[in-house]
């Protein structure tokens, strides 16, 4: 199968790359590198047996679509964005400009490529808003009222791929993820916790943790979410599926978890005051992916955390 990723070069685009390619299939790259890195990329680039191509493309450039149609992948994962919530707030055009337009133009460039489907990354923290904690695990029957300009983008995106399948006949799968963690994780970004925990620990400093710790998250390892990408290509069509463990694990428990794994039982962290506008639990439950994608998570937070710890010291030692 021919496929295309877009933000192929990122954290799970670059591990749903090698995926594609360990099962064989065909895969271009697009990515303006803004946020991703070849480096990710480094060991599927260096496999002669491996058909794959980059393309360091911006998806807000209408070259993304005469790309596409040149190229003709059979379903295209639509990864690429801007993911920072609060780069949202502070320059909203910005983020209209990728996650909408951009989002556009990947849609007309499976179009003219005569795509069978596109596979999109939305967001489970956001497009449901702040959901009433009674409400947790949050299923996709909650009413999206998403308090971000991200999070409204995300949710325009997957109104724009119902009106396609209805008007161009393209299918789409959406898949509104928990909080992805993994290796190749940048400890910069905002939902880079796991990955911040681990660079700390592992330089022996002391980890920050904003508030009391006790706001909750539903943290998903990036294998796991790269599975549910692979099922969607050929299962789930016109539907949004949750990709998440519907498990509520607080930041305190998190790092409770990593600096055990680390070796750093003992340590311990520093509080700072809440920042502002931060949910205060989230989860999501992940029903309708077992139903159809036939997807559940198997990776535990102290396995996933490891892994973490793992990478992150091959690449300091």
Excluded at 87 to 110: C, K, Q, W
Excluded at 274 to 287: H, I, N, T, V
Aim: proline share 5%; charged share 20%.
């Amino acid at each position: 199968m021919r496929t295309l990723v877009t933000g192929g070069a990122g954290f799970i685009g670059s591990t749903l790359v090698d995926r594609l390619l360990a099962e064989g299939h065909a895969v271009d790259v697009v990515d303006d590198l803004s946020t991703g890195s070849l480096s990710n990329l480094a060991d599927a680039r260096a496999d002669r047996n491996h058909e794959l191509a980059v393309h360091q493309v911006d998806i807000r450039s209408p070259e993304v679509v005469d790309l596409l149609a040149r190229r003709r992948p059979e379903v295209v994962f639509h990864l690429a964005a801007q993911a920072d919530v609060r780069v949202s707030v502070a320059r909203p055009v910005f983020d209209a400009e990728i996650n909408v337009i951009g989002s556009l133009n990947v849609m007309e460039g499976a179009r003219a490529a005569g795509a069978r489907k596109v596979v999109f990354a939305s967001s489970g923290g956001t497009i449901f808003g702040d959901p009433d904690p009674a409400d947790l695990p949050v299923t996709e029957a909650h009413p999206q009222r998403p308090v971000s300009p991200y999070g409204v983008a995300k949710k325009v995106v997957g109104d724009y791929l119902h009106a396609y399948r209805v008007l161009h006949g393209l299918e789409f799968t959406a898949l509104a993820l928990a909080n992805v963690y993994g290796p190749r994780q940048d400890p910069h970004g905002e939902a880079g916790v796991v990955a911040i925990f681990a660079g700390k620990l592992l330089a022996g400093d002391a980890c920050t943790i904003f508030g009391d710790g006790l706001q909750t998250r539903d943290f998903v390892y990036v294998d796991d979410v790269v599975d549910a990408f692979v099922r969607a290509a050929g299962r789930g069509s016109g539907v949004l599926c949750n990709i998440g463990t519907a498990t509520e694990t607080s930041v305190l428990r998190l790092y409770e978890v990593m600096a055990a794994a680390a070796g750093r039982a003992d340590a311990a962290p520093n509080f700072a005051p809440a920042r502002p506008g931060e949910l205060a639990r989230s989860a999501l439950d992940p029903a309708r992916a077992r139903l159809h994608l036939a997807w559940a998570p198997w990776t535990t937070l102290e396995d996933g955390a490891g892994a973490v710890l793992r990478w992150f010291a091959e690449r300091t030692t």
